[in-house]
């Protein structure tokens, strides 16, 4: 079936240290690829995503890059802010063999200090 | 706009117990779809509505777990004869139509069985 791998946590950096949390894949079809932020106390949101290879999901100045090559979605952030605190979610989503479930990955805490 | 709403937030019952989680998918949503996320995990699907009918049921644990969506809108998690391991955030999420893989999360319902 359809799994998902992400980086161990919980990680913590400095603020404008440079963010990569890995995030691997396995799927029976071609699926989408998505990040999804959990915020303290809020529920979650999505933060970008990929739907297909080589697509780049981008925003509030993260990215991930959909490589099939590698079954790959790393997410990456050149500068963190203590803003950006927060538990991030890899997930699939193979639509083309009629499954619209999310399948997620364990999560990564991320915390940054000023 | 109005989000993705769920009641009650919290909810604490005895082994044993009946409970009904509800949620109140975005306006116009066709598709909604129920997660439960163990502490330290990501969320794991549960089911997955297209309108009225239940289009994958395939994560629900057993048969004391149901669900429905009577008019396509609201729907309700039932839960029979709760066990301690039911104990888990409920998360309901809804998206425009299946397919778009956008899933919009609800704040989820904590659900505690003592």
């Known amino acids: 079936g359809d799994s998902v791998t992400q980086m161990e946590g919980p990680v913590t950096l400095s603020e404008e240290a440079f963010l990569t949390i890995n995030c691997t894949y396995t799927?029976?079809?071609?699926?989408?690829l998505f990040w999804y932020v959990q915020y303290p106390g809020e529920g979650l949101q999505l933060l970008l995503k990929a739907t297909k290879a080589d697509d780049k999901g981008s925003n509030k100045g993260f990215e991930a890059t959909y490589r099939k090559e590698t079954t790959s979605f790393h997410l990456e952030k050149g500068s963190v802010q203590v803003s950006d605190s927060a538990v991030y979610f890899c997930?699939?989503?193979?639509?083309?063999?009629?499954?619209?479930?999310?399948?997620f990955g364990t999560g990564t805490r991320l915390t940054i200090i000023p | 706009g109005a989000g993705v709403s769920q009641t009650p937030s919290n909810k604490v019952t005895e082994k044993g117990k009946y409970v009904e989680l509800r949620c109140d998918p975005i306006s116009g949503h066709t598709a909604l779809y129920w997660y439960r996320q163990s502490l330290g995990q990501g969320p794991e699907f549960l089911i997955y509505f297209q309108g009225t009918g239940a289009a994958d049921d395939s994560g629900l644990p057993n048969d004391r777990f149901f669900a429905v969506r009577p008019e396509g809108s609201v729907s309700t998690l039932k839960i029979q004869r709760t066990e301690r391991g039911d104990s888990a955030m409920y998360l309901c999420?809804?998206?425009?139509?299946?397919?778009?893989?956008?899933?919009?999360f609800g704040p989820g319902t904590r659900l505690t069985v003592t």
């Open positions: 997930a699939l989503s193979d639509i083309n063999f009629g499954n619209e479930k999310l399948t």
């Open positions: 799927a029976t079809g071609y699926p989408s």
């Open positions: 999420a809804s998206s425009l139509n299946a397919g778009v893989g956008e899933q919009y």
